[in-house]
């Protein structure tokens, strides 16, 4: 079986973005699901011989009272889909009541997940990253998506780890 990584996040965090990034050479999507299982969508991916499946969510509005209201139900299955999940937020707008949300059902999921701090491009990668300590994520990464910086390096500790 391949490994299935989810994105997770928040809206305008850049989730579709690094999804192009991650399958564009393959130009390989998989499937998409739409009705009941909104907006979930899965593309082939290859890091060096490793294939693997990513699954791009339509992302957790945060807008929403408590967890389970916040979180949308096709980001919930497509973490229940997936053996590592990436948690995406955003360095420049900063760590958000919606991030903590994310965080907090990660960590009752059990699911191996990373934090990826992505839009640093401009900023100071590490200081930008700070603030997101607190999620108390295991592991993190800083990317810029949109620039294609910090993504394969991000694979190659991922990979390296199956
Ligand atoms: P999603 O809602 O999480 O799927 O986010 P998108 O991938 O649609 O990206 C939201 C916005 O953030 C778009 O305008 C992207 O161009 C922008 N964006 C994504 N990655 C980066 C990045 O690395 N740096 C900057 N500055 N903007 C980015
Ligand atoms: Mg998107």
Same mark, same amino acid.
């Given at each position: 079986? %391949? ?6 996040? /928040?809206?305008?965090?850049? %989730? ?24 979930? %969508?899965?593309? $082939?991916? /290859? ?22 209201? $916040?979180? &949308?139900?096709?980001?919930?299955? &497509? ?15 900063? #760590? ?26 401009? #900023?100071? $990668? ?17 990317? $810029?998506? &949109?620039?294609? /910086? ?6 190659? @500790?991922? @990979?390296?780890?199956?």
């Amino acid at each position: 079986m %391949k490994p299935v990584i989810a994105l997770v996040g /928040r809206p305008n965090v850049g %989730k579709s973005t690094l999804f192009n990034q991650i399958t564009r050479s393959r130009d390989a999507l998989v499937a998409n699901f739409s009705g009941l299982t909104r907006d979930r %969508k899965y593309g $082939a991916a /290859r890091h060096d011989d490793v294939s693997f499946i990513v699954i791009d969510t339509g992302g957790i509005s945060g807008e929403e009272e408590g967890i389970d209201a $916040a979180m &949308a139900q096709q980001s919930l299955l &497509a973490i229940d889909e997936a053996d590592e999940v990436l948690f995406l937020v955003d360095a420049r707008a900063g #760590l958000t009541p919606a991030d903590q949300h994310i965080a907090h059902h990660l960590r009752r999921t059990g699911k191996v997940a990373h934090l990826v701090v992505n839009k640093t491009d401009g #900023l100071d $990668a590490e200081q930008a990253a700070a603030e997101f300590h607190q999620l108390g994520m295991s592991s993190s990464f800083h990317i $810029a998506a &949109a620039h294609n /910086r910090g993504i394969r390096a991000m694979l190659d @500790v991922l @990979v390296a780890n199956w």
